[in-house]
C-alpha cells in the first residue's frame, strides 16, 4: 500500500487543522492505520491509531482530547482531526498502515507515507 499525507500548514496556538492520508491498494480496509510525528531533533513518536474498521482509536496522552482520528474505507482515506494545537504540536506529521493490528509505540510499521509539515506558532 503506498501512502501519501496532506493538509498541513501554519496555524496559531489553539487553532485547528485536519491532515488527511490517501492510501492506494484493496486491502487498505483490512489494515490497521495510525499517525506518527517527529519533531526537530526529536525521535518518531506515536500519536494516533484505528483498527480496520474504525472500531477502536488510540492516543498518545498528550493528544488526547484534542485530535481524532477516523477513516473512510470507502475512499481509502484516513484523518487526523487536530483542535487547540499547541506549539508543542509542531512536527511533521506521518501516516503509517500495519498489516496485522494497528500501528503502535512499540512496533515499526509496515507501511509509511511521505510526511506533512504542521507548525504552530505562539
Known amino acids: 500500500v503506498q501512502l501519501q499525507a496532506y493538509g498541513g500548514g501554519l496555524v496559531q496556538a489553539g487553532g485547528s487543522l485536519r491532515l488527511s492520508c490517501a492510501a492506494s491498494?484493496?486491502?487498505?480496509?483490512?489494515?490497521?492505520m495510525g499517525w506518527f510525528r517527529q519533531a526537530p531533533g526529536k525521535e518518531r513518536e506515536f500519536v494516533a491509531a484505528?483498527?480496520?474498521?474504525?472500531?477502536?482509536?488510540y492516543y498518545t496522552d498528550s493528544v488526547k482530547g484534542r485530535f481524532t482520528i477516523s477513516r473512510d474505507n470507502a475512499k481509502n482515506m484516513v484523518y487526523l482531526q487536530m483542535s487547540t494545537l499547541k506549539p508543542e504540536d509542531t512536527a511533521v506529521y506521518y501516516c503509517?498502515?500495519?498489516?496485522?493490528?494497528?500501528?503502535?509505540?512499540?512496533?515499526?510499521?509496515?507501511?509509511w507515507g511521505q510526511g506533512t509539515q504542521v507548525t504552530v506558532s505562539s
Open positions: 484505528i483498527t480496520w474498521n474504525g472500531g477502536s482509536t
Open positions: 503509517a498502515a500495519q498489516r496485522v493490528g494497528v500501528p503502535s509505540p512499540y512496533l515499526r510499521p509496515d507501511y
Open positions: 491498494g484493496r486491502t487498505f480496509s483490512t489494515y490497521g
